[in-house]
């Protein structure tokens, strides 16, 4: 257990609003991840933060910004809701040990875009 | 484009049966994980590969890491109605982490 929580886990939401997404780690870890995951695409990363204030972009961040004010928390904004914005979004965390860099998923938000 | 590609896509069996599905890339990675995934939950590592030629073993699962260090696959011996579920394979770039779009295996009683 990497002691994340992600909330909501379940949204429903119509086109155009805005909508965030709130992750949070009890562990102290530098490294979150947002990815979103749609079938025949698998997970791809949206944006990842490095510490606080230390965000960057991943490879399908149109649409979306991201915010670390604390260690613990990574939340994940959609400006203006589309509906191609439906998806799964999992926030992770990152761990380096003995073998290299792996990641630590939380159990997921899902969002529906009306 | 994927950056790494699994095959299959899609795979049914009947329990006891053997398998094997593939991730394979054209790029080289310090190190590669395989994922499992049940539905309306995230992913859960299994195993993480790191050297070329490696080879390690959980229970009736076998994954092995290309010597190139670009390809891995997984090998599910006497599968069972358990081992149902969405594999997903990523490779690691330091922080960069990239998926494949997964296999999704369904082992029949």
């Known amino acids: 257990d990497a002691g994340i929580t992600q909330s909501p886990r379940h949204k429903v939401t119509e086109t155009g609003t805005p909508v965030t997404l709130r992750c949070h780690q009890t562990?102290?870890?530098?490294?979150m991840y947002w990815y979103r995951q749609d079938p025949g695409h698998g997970l791809r990363l949206i944006h990842y933060s490095y510490g606080v204030k230390d965000t960057d972009k991943g490879e399908v961040s149109d649409g979306y910004s991201v915010s670390r004010s604390k260690t613990e928390d990574f939340l994940l904004t959609l400006e203006s809701a589309t509906s191609s914005q439906t998806s799964v979004y999992f926030c992770a965390i990152s761990w380096t040990g003995e073998n290299g860099n792996t990641i630590y998923f939380g159990e997921g938000s899902w969002l529906t875009v009306v | 484009t994927q950056l790494l590609k699994q095959s299959p896509q899609f795979l049914s069996i009947q329990e006891g049966e053997n398998l094997t599905v593939y991730c394979n890339s054209s790029s080289v990675f310090s190190s590669l994980q395989w994922y499992r995934q049940e539905p309306g939950e995230g992913p859960v590592l299994l195993v993480t590969?790191?050297?070329?030629?490696e080879v390690k073993k959980l229970k009736r699962l076998t994954f092995q890491f290309g010597d190139a260090r670009k390809d891995s696959s997984l090998h599910i011996t006497a599968a069972q109605p358990g081992d149902t579920g969405l594999y997903l394979c990523?490779?690691?770039?330091?922080?960069?982490?990239?998926f494949g779009a997964g296999t999704r295996l369904t082992v029949k009683p």
């Open positions: 590969v790191v050297t070329g030629g």
């Open positions: 990523a490779g690691a770039k330091w922080n960069d982490m990239r």
């Open positions: 562990e102290n870890h530098r490294y």
